[in-house]
């Protein structure tokens, strides 16, 4: 019998901000099929993987965000981008 992980104590994600963003729309491009596969982790999956989003999970910072570095039990790595409050006027 395998032994259980140690539980960690998970600190709350950092808070949002309101983002306001103005969108234009655009007729979508024609493009070949294609089909792309994503994830959708929780929450809590992704303070355990970020180690509760710690400095050293931080990527690096850019205009939209923080990208968090996420290695899970099972092997994978995610990037996380925690986006930031953005005004984008267009």
Sequence with gaps: MKASPP???LKAPPTLK??????VVREP???PNTTIAATSYSVADLQAATNSFA????????SLGRVYRGDFQDG?????????AVSVEV
């Design 76 to 84: 994978q790595v995610c990037l996380y981008l925690f986006r930031s």
């Design 29 to 31: 491009r024609k493009s």
């Design 7 to 9: 539980i960690k104590t």
């Design 18 to 23: 309101t983002v306001t963003e103005r969108v």
């Design 55 to 62: 400095q050293e999970s931080l990527v690096g910072e850019g």
